[in-house]
């Protein structure tokens, strides 16, 4: 009792203590006339401290950028791969060589062989007129412009081919590219910008693939040369899509697909794009000089209007026997690809003999419309005879020049396939003097359509040069296939 | 380098500033103006957005008749210009039939080969002859000739590289070999002033692009450290190629490429390096055979050399030259050699004869004549430029000779001034070249004589004084120089 009790009173005297500092007249400040009591200023120095921790930066690993010693040693190790891959075994890498004009009848490694390769549709090659015209031009300008268009590389017979061409086809205006593949590649870009939506057939060839590539556009491609494809495509994309009416919309088709042999149907794709308002790029270089009544092209053979084709651009080195290449359209179509399309401003200009060769090449089959019903009547004769041959089947379109063949069984893997086609192109070469020739893939190019052999038929071709192919090819791919 | 005045920097702004708000102005009242007529057709974006065009509306309308002015003979050193009218304050211009006869330094001519020659024309027309004007295949299925492989074997022999291969024009080589090349996972690095089909085909290749400044050995070095080091974007796995591209003479500049130490700077990182010879080779070199021979570089320390024939050959069409193995890679898998129609016969046959003209095996030496007769002109006609104070760009012995007018208002006048007097030159301006730095480019040829150029000096002085285009002072002429001696 007598221990607890100065316990007890010495607790009791600093409790007296402690409470007398709180209550003292030191911890009762007066502020502006109000009372703060002692408790306040610890609270007060306890949310000074937290405010403090949190203004403070997070902690963060500091950033060390490398030395020049490390980025001496990263060159150093670096390897690189080398520039091209190694060539694989057994790969053909040998063309054969011409040692003539590349009619229907042409002399190959010495031998006179049938043409079947060359895409001569109107047998303009070695066609009197058209060299004199070219020797003319040759002895006047020369032979190349020196210089693009934009700068004196505009002759005169640049702007009569255009104004030929303009007035043939019946659009306002054209305009004339140096090369053939170069006007789609240069032509797509000029029109569409990133941003823009493109509907294309899968089917299309390289110098598509790239123009669409170079556009930065949107592309969806539809199955090939299947219109309920293209319809369910283009009700998918404008369907409850409000910005699409403020986008450039395009299809993009090819009148006669290089891949296959396919013609595209124009009417139903115009009754399409009507109906969800796009505009249509054409691709016509193999339909041009080939098709339709006079051979104005695709639209002449389904009689639909040239106004309702937007763009229509083609290669010159086809029906035509020339080279390069030209777009026509609207006159707005065609002024903006004077300033903004790289294969015309960056470029130099088409060669004028080439020029004046286009321009004779027109007027002939303005003045020899006969040469159409020869071109017809040999596709259809071609078509009668090869279509027993064994193991191969036509799968190109009755009014094509491009008779397109392939395996009815396919092997499985498309290198055997080519190997197949090649050893056949070679037989009939080697041992009938007949030249045709596979379809060629690059490594770049996208479209999954099958290989398979071309024939290229022109109208200079006679009734024995057809019988002499379909007989050669019946028996070599007889011998050859006869194992598959 | 281009030492732009600051006064003319600032009139220069101050004159496209005018140009623009005028060009807005009538922009606006236009919108008014067809707000009452419907132009398109409904439903339908407009093929080509205001804003887009607006450069093409507003500002190059106003000086069409200087660009795109069609001749009606061959470009030679004399040429016939056909004039131009127009109705409608040059919206559009109409051709008449008249002509004028002019002095030609705008087209690329380098070595005289454009019109019709001795050697070349009869070689020429007697291919045409046997092989007609195209051969309307491709170069893998009928169409290779022995025309073809003799040019091939011929170029490569004249550029020094072990094989070359054939393309029909110049600008789808570029495009369409850099995507064989290299693809995603490498990356490009090309020049700032690289021309378009270069841009074209580093695009096309989807490869990643980077951009070292012109002309400038210690930048790439940087660029190259920086870009090994860090990898690939975001992955940072390392490159599997780095390809730099660089051009022998680039055309806007007339500047010659700084070959040796570029090559040093690759060959250091184990870079690939791609030269584009398209305005160099034949025009520049002891026999021609373009910048490395000029700047004393072994043709086998550059993996890829391209060039085109259109500038000094006279013809048309491409080449690469590299190492059999790269040749016959791209033989199997360039798309423009599987799918573009083989180069026509007679253009091969020009190059041939051309390249034989040059290497003196006609028989005669023509060739060795036109070389120095290209050299000495170049030479010449850039220092009395300079003498008479205009502002040249470019090297010696590069016969593209750029002079600055930077100026918009005198685009149009120097070239109308000069075409009036008979010298047909070239102007160019944005978007070709940055906006504050217009020129007018020269391209001398080799069949220019003495007199043509003294004659061109003339025009070009008078046409310089009265548009204000001297920016340096001119050089006191040397018979004063010599009076003063003998009088003091």
């Known amino acids: 009792m007598d221990m607890a009790l100065p316990v007890v009173n010495a607790t009791a005297a600093v409790l007296a203590r402690v409470s007398a500092a709180f209550n003292a007249p030191l911890a009762r400040a007066v502020v502006f006339g109000v009372h703060i009591d002692g408790h306040l200023v610890v609270e007060g120095l306890l949310i000074a401290v937290i405010v403090f921790q949190l203004s403070r930066k997070s902690y963060k690993p500091p950033k060390k950028p490398l030395t020049e010693k490390e980025i001496d040693e990263l060159c150093d190790e670096w390897e690189p791969e080398p520039l091209c891959p190694p060539i694989k075994e057994g790969a053909r890498i040998d063309t054969p060589m011409l040692e003539s004009a590349a009619g229907p009848h042409t002399i190959v490694d010495g031998k006179e062989v049938v043409n079947f390769a060359s895409a001569n549709y109107l047998g303009l090659i070695g066609n009197e007129k058209i060299i004199d015209s070219c020797i003319g031009s040759l002895e006047k300008y020369g032979v190349g412009s020196c210089g693009p268009r934009g700068f004196y590389g505009t002759i005169d017979v640049h702007l009569d081919c255009e104004s030929k061409i303009a007035k043939f086809l019946g659009t306002p205006d054209s305009i004339l590219y140096s090369y053939g593949i170069s006007t789609i590649f240069s032509v797509i870009p000029a029109f569409c910008k990133k941003g823009d939506i493109i509907v294309a057939d899968e089917g299309v060839h390289w110098a598509v693939q790239n123009g669409l590539h170079l556009s930065r556009s949107t592309v969806v491609y539809f199955k090939h040369n299947d219109m309920a494809s293209l319809a369910s495509t283009l009700e998918k994309l404008t369907r409850g899509n409000k910005r699409a009416e403020k986008i450039r919309r395009y299809i993009v088709v090819e009148s006669i697909y290089q891949n296959s042999g396919q013609i595209a149907p124009l009417d139903e794709i115009v009754k399409l794009k009507e109906k969800y308002r796009f505009r249509v790029i054409l691709e016509e270089s193999h339909s041009f000089g080939v098709l339709g009544k006079s051979g104005r092209g695709l639209a002449e053979h ?86 027993d041959t064994p193991g191969l089947e036509i799968t190109s379109h009755v009014l094509s020049p491009i008779v397109f063949l392939k395996l009815k069984k396919s092997t ?29 893939k690059s490594n770049l190019d996208r479209c999954k359509l099958p290989i398979g052999i071309r024939l290229f038929v022109s109208a200079g071709h006679t009734e024995s040069d057809i019988s002499r192919l379909s007989s050669s090819l019946k028996r070599v791919s007889a011998s050859v296939l006869s194992d598959y | 380098m281009v030492r732009l005045p600051y006064t003319t920097a600032l009139t220069t702004l101050f004159s496209y500033g005018l140009l623009f708000a005028f060009g807005q102005l009538r922009d606006f009242f236009r919108k008014f103006v067809d707000w009452f007529k419907a132009k398109n057709v409904k439903g339908y974006a407009p093929i080509c957005l205001g804003l887009e065009d607006f450069y093409v509306r507003r500002l190059y309308l106003r000086i069409q008749d200087c660009f795109g002015r069609p001749i009606a003979s061959a470009p030679d050193s004399w040429f016939d210009v056909v004039e131009r009218t127009s109705n409608d ?400």
Not at chain 1, 324 to 353: I, N
Not at chain 1, 421 to 429: F, G, H, R, Y
Not at chain 2, 147 to 152: C, F, G, Q, R
Not at chain 2, 311 to 335: M, N, T, V
């Open chain 1, 412 to 440: 499985g893997s498309p290198t055997t396939d080519l190997d197949l086609l090649e050893t056949i192109a070679d037989k009939v070469l080697k041992e009938d003097s007949v030249f045709i020739v596979t379809s060629k």
């Open chain 2, 89 to 488: 304050n040059n919206k559009t211009l109409q051709c008449t039939s008249n002509t004028t006869r002019c002095l030609n330094l705008g087209s690329y001519n380098y070595l005289g080969f454009a019109a019709a020659d001795e050697y070349c024309t009869p070689r020429v027309i007697e291919s045409l002859k046997k092989y007609s004007a195209s051969t309307c295949s491709v170069r893998v299925d009928g169409g290779t000739t022995k025309l073809h492989a003799e040019l091939e074997e011929l170029a490569a022999r004249f550029v020094g590289k072990p094989a070359a291969i054939l393309f029909g024009m110049g600008y789808v080589t570029n495009s369409a070999i850099i995507p064989c090349l290299i693809g995603k996972g490498g990356l490009i690095i090309s020049d700032s002033l690289n021309h378009n089909s270069i841009v074209n085909g580093a695009r096309g290749s989807g490869a990643t692009v980077r951009v070292f400044q012109h002309n400038s050995p210690a930048h790439l070095e940087e660029v190259l450290r920086e870009q090994i080091a860090g990898g690939q974007p975001r992955t940072h796995r390392p490159w599997k190629k780095i390809i730099v591209i660089v051009e022998g003479i680039y055309s806007m500049e007339g500047e010659l490429c700084k070959l040796p130490e570029i090559i040093a700077v690759c060959k250091k990182y184990k870079a690939y390096t791609y030269l584009d010879e398209a305005h160099s080779i034949g025009a520049v070199g002891q026999s021609g055979r373009g910048v490395c021979e000029l700047l004393g570089v072994d043709p086998a320390d550059v993996d890829i050399m391209m060039g085109t024939f259109t500038k000094s050959f006279g013809s048309c069409g491409g080449y690469i030259a590299a190492s059999k193995e790269i040749i016959q890679h791209l033989k199997q898998s360039c798309p423009a050699h599987l799918y573009a129609t083989s180069m026509s016969p007679p253009a091969v046959q020009q190059v041939i004869s051309a390249i034989k003209v040059i290497l003196g095996e006609d028989g005669s030496n023509r060739g060795a004549q036109k070389l120095a007769r290209i050299r000495e002109n170049s030479n010449f006609f850039r220092s009395e430029l300079k003498k008479m104070g205009f502002e040249v760009l470019g090297d010696n012995d590069s016969p593209v000779m750029p002079i600055m007018l930077y100026n918009p208002a005198k685009i149009p006048a120097f070239s109308r001034e000069c075409l009036r007097q008979k010298v047909a030159v070239v102007t160019v301006a944005f978007p070709a070249t940055p906006l504050l730095l217009a020129r007018a480019r020269i391209c001398i040829s080799a069949s220019h004589t003495r007199e043509d150029l003294m004659k061109a000096l003339d025009v070009i002085s008078r046409v310089g004084d009265l548009v204000g285009i001297k920016y340096f002072p001119a050089e006191p002429p040397k018979i004063a120089e010599a009076d003063a001696e003998i009088t003091s």
């Open chain 1, 302 to 387: 389904y009689g639909v209007p040239i106004e309702k084709i937007d763009i229509i651009t083609a290669g010159m080195g086809n029906a035509l026997a020339t080279d390069g290449g030209f777009c026509t359209g609207s006159v707005r179509v065609v002024d903006h690809q004077r300033l903004s399309s790289s294969g015309y401003v960056f470029s130099a200009s088409l060669p004028p003999y080439l020029a004046s060769a286009a321009v004779s090449a027109v007027n002939y089959l303005e003045e020899n419309p006969s040469v159409l019903a020869n071109l017809r009547s040999n596709i259809a004769l071609l078509h009668k005879e090869l279509s």
